[in-house]
């Protein structure tokens, strides 16, 4: 297909005992994945430098997740576990045309395990370091003969934490999940296939740890000592109750009608819905400087109708309506400064929802020129009405009761329309070989800045535009080698408009020229060009047959065009492009040599991260005014994996090693920056971890 597509199959997650859809950022190009604000299953997701970092509600996200044909809209709880998985497939530009919801980044599909015709199960065990306890079960077959099959999996995931809150001496960065899937499937006739799914996620880890990278200058105020970093990067001195979690179900039918030999109709209907807990220790202290406590609850239903056709004429393509329907929302209650004589404390919350409805037509299609050059055409018509409501306030005390300061008060409408056009044309060389060039537009709705901070700063609770995205791309798709060498080569440009960005802005709220308070604000902060190369390689040898290299090299250029500076300071408001490294790649070397009545498989992996800046900062720098506030930054880095594995004879026992970071390479993956509290705080990624994999399989 002329689209820039990646496919990491479930085996191959599973081999290599990935923990989540994070590690598929070491095999993808130009991509990004980790686990969000301090809650290990929360998703951000990049694309190309094109994602949203913030998963506050009635934000977009910039990159789609789906779980079995399902776009699921909120982050919280969506960084799915690897088990019970076929295949991930990564689109990589932006998607409107193909299937379900528009998004300006990119699209993950997460594709679980069909149901089978004939019984089928396994069962694994996964221990190790930090007390790793992991169990999966899987179960699948007929109900009834011919007509009702059904699956069901479930997982357990637990794991010591990675480090320790050395003030309540409770543990940091753990894991602690329980997950389960149902589906079932009506043969309702030959031509017709309806199928039911149900899926369920329970997440009652701790908090995923923050740590100090520079002494908080705040602490002798209120410790009447000093709080430099600690010397384990992921121990913290917290001294808020660590309340964390993340309960998350969907329910979905599939109705598949083949018509035809030419024509496939298929019905997605879907229900989900989610509730997290989140308390937050900014300034990791047990001060309490920057205390946050935080709930998010959200549900979503969807419809989508596509119309297949697939023909040996020359058109084939796909026609559809999409609707969604979703309603986030939450309680942020701030404590910050409070508990010294020297400084006046501040209270306050974040309160409201927002409801977006979203309708929109679309269609895809190809059309045959001649023997070897085909046209490629789409376009998507998107109608999105979003409605925002938020009551900001700033209050007297901890208990919130009594109102000082209303911040925010609205409740207002915005509806934003699309039309988003794709157009394209690949030429077949020769049978091995075919070469695309397309382009394709991107859009992502505006919407309200929950967190508006009215009182100073009226604009922020206007709402922000949309962001939209035009793509330009030229790629060769080739198998050479005699079929051994599968390599896919592509270089975009695109033009990226009205990036939306989340940043913290300082600001003085007593009138004494000194910026002494802070808020979340949320606007378009410019336009930017990103552009880049991505090759992905996969060659299995002659001699020896059994060794096989694969993995990819990216380039990616995602720089500013204008820079904000929205309040005439002479400063810039904001940094704009965030996760993007400017060069990423992988090398693995895999194998696969019968041995001992068996089959020995393994893999090593290396997977090379460039520099890149974690945070959006922009304005002075409150300690001195002088100078910019510098965002968050990671340097190069790379991490070395490996994994061997013995499979028996009749592939019903499996036995594997698996090493993850073996180097132990201490690296970032986000933080936060906000010098008027004193705050440089960072979350690192995995340690190194080794464990033992044993499975049994049975059908």
Known sequence: MPIAVSVIQGEFLEDTNAATIAELQTNVPNTVIYAGRNQTTTLTAFVRGIGQADPLWGVDPGVGLYLDDVYIARPQGALLDVFDVDRVEVLRGPQGTLYGKNTIGGAIKYHSRPATDSPYGRISFTGGEFSTQEVRAAFSGPLVEGKLRGKFAIASLERDGYGRNLFLNREVSDRSTLAARVGLDWIASENVTVSFSADMTEDDAEPKGLTRLEANPLCPLFLGRTCPPEPNLFDTRSGLDPANGTDSEGYSMTIEWLIDDSWLFKSITAYRESDSRNNIDFDTTPARITDVFATYFDDQTSQELQFIYTSANKLNGVLGLYYFDGFAGGLVQNIFLDGSPFINPLFGTTDGDTNTDSIAIFGDGSYQLNDRTTLNFGLRVTEEEKRGRAFNAGYTDDTFSQITLVTADYDQSVTFTSVAPRLGVDYAFNDDVMGYFSVSNGFKSGGFNVRAQAAFFPESALPFDDEKLTVAEVG????????????????????????????????????????????????????????????????????????????????????????????????????????????????????????????????????????????????????????????????????????????????????????????????????????????????????????????????
């Open 476 to 699: 060769v798709k080739s198998v050479l080698a005699d079929r051994r060498l599968v390599l896919n080569t592509a270089a975009f440009y695109g033009d990226y408009t009205d990036v939306q960005v989340s940043t913290f802005t300082a600001f003085d709220s007593d009138g004494d020229g000194v910026d002494d308070a802070f808020f979340g604000n949320f606007l378009n902060a410019g336009d930017a060009t990103v552009q880049g190369i991505e090759v992905e390689y996969d060659w299995t040898f002659v001699s020896p047959d059994w060794l096989r290299i694969f993995g990819h090299l990216s380039y990616l250029d995602a720089e500013p065009d204008t820079f904000l500076d929205g309040n005439g300071d002479t400063f810039v408001d904001t940094q704009v492009i965030t996760n993007a490294p400017d060069f990423t790649g992988s090398l693995n070397l895999a194998f696969d040599v019968p041995a001992w009545g068996g089959l020995v498989n393994g893999n090593i992996g290396y997977a090379y991260r460039g520099a890149s800046v974690l945070t959006n900062e922009g304005g002075p720098d409150p300690t001195n005014p002088t100078q910019p506030l510098l965002p968050l930054t990671e340097d190069a880095y790379g991490l070395l994996n490996a994994n061997i594995g013995w499979l028996s004879g009749n592939a019903k026992w499996r036995f594997a090693i698996n090493a993850r970071n073996l180097t132990d390479e201490e690296y970032l993956e986000t933080g936060y920056n906000i010098p008027v509290l004193g705050l440089l705080q960072g979350s690192f990624g995995a340690p190194r971890t080794i464990s033992a994999t044993i499975e049994f399989r049975f059908f």
